[in-house]
């Protein structure tokens, strides 16, 4: 097997690798090390976000890689406090600064937070779509937003979402919303891909592994590669993220990706917090 990863056409030109580096909870040095190796092993699309405190030793591990700044594509996220406007601005400053980065090429919206900021996310938007003019940031979306959050994005908005980054495995596949994030342009992004190792243990999917030769790890991200969702599984080992970038020496049949669909338990899937009740800030 080898690593030949599509890039996926986003629709504001430019383009995003299908399959990343995820590093939610890797703090310290193992943020740093854990990007250093991801890159080494041929990763070029590095996910992080401000709500992870992790920026400065990303920054540093993207400073440290021979690799030029163009080959790497690099997303964060706006912390849930930093929806106003100027705070907005400020916090991409520190998270530029944090990154060693002039741009980033994705800046999300984290979480909607319906319930604070009177409940509009127009301002926030507008001050996204700013950062795109001014050149700070290349592609802007959110994440963990339903369809009547972006509603209002889409109705009012100058520039469309890019991409829009929910919880999505085979224990809550999401099809509705990603039905939706594809007949508006937007690509979907899949976090929690194997639903925190839970989905391993699965008989199917371990049938599927036998089958195909490969680990149950590798069928579920292939079979999110399949469904056209970009992924970035965070692994805190070596190995676990060399196996896991293998993933593209094989194909799943329409029947195999039926058995996988099958494992969908709807809204009781859910492993995080539904996006209309999470509030923390």
Do not use: C
């Amino acid at each position: 097997m080898g690593h030949s990863i599509a890039l996926l056409p986003l629709n504001s030109g430019a383009s995003i690798p299908q399959f990343g580096f995820g590093t939610y909870k890797l703090t310290g040095q193992d943020a740093y090390d854990g990007v250093r190796d991801a890159l080494e092993l041929g990763y070029r699309h590095i996910d992080t976000a401000q709500m992870y405190g992790n920026e400065a030793e990303v920054g540093r591990a993207l400073a440290d890689t021979p690799l030029a700044r163009e080959e790497i594509f690099v997303t964060s996220k706006l912390n849930n406090p930093n929806h106003e406007p100027d705070v907005a601005r400020e916090s991409l400053q520190r998270s530029l600064e944090d990154l060693q980065l002039d741009y980033v090429d994705l800046f999300l919206i984290h979480w909607p937070l319906p319930m604070f900021y009177g409940g509009d996310i127009m301002p926030t938007w507008r001050a996204m779509e700013s950062f795109v003019d001014e050149g700070l940031v290349r592609s802007i979306g959110v994440s963990n937003f339903e369809a009547h959050h972006l509603a209002p994005i889409l109705e009012q908005g100058r520039i469309a979402p890019a991409v829009n980054q929910i919880e999505s495995h085979p224990y809550f596949a999401n099809r509705e919303l990603h039905r939706f994030n594809a007949e508006h342009g937007i690509i979907t992004e899949a976090w929690a891909p194997l639903a925190r190792g839970t989905v391993l243990g699965e008989p199917s999917i371990t049938e599927i592994a036998r089958e195909v030769g490969a680990r149950e790890s590798q069928v579920v991200l292939r079979w999110a590669l399949q469904r056209g969702d970009v992924v970035f599984p965070k692994a805190s080992s070596h190995e676990r993220r060399a196996d896991n970038l293998d993933v593209s020496g094989f194909e799943l049949s329409a029947e195999q990706m039926a058995r996988i669909d099958a494992l969908d338990h709807g809204e009781a899937g859910r492993t995080g917090k539904h996006p209309d009740v999470m509030d923390r800030m």
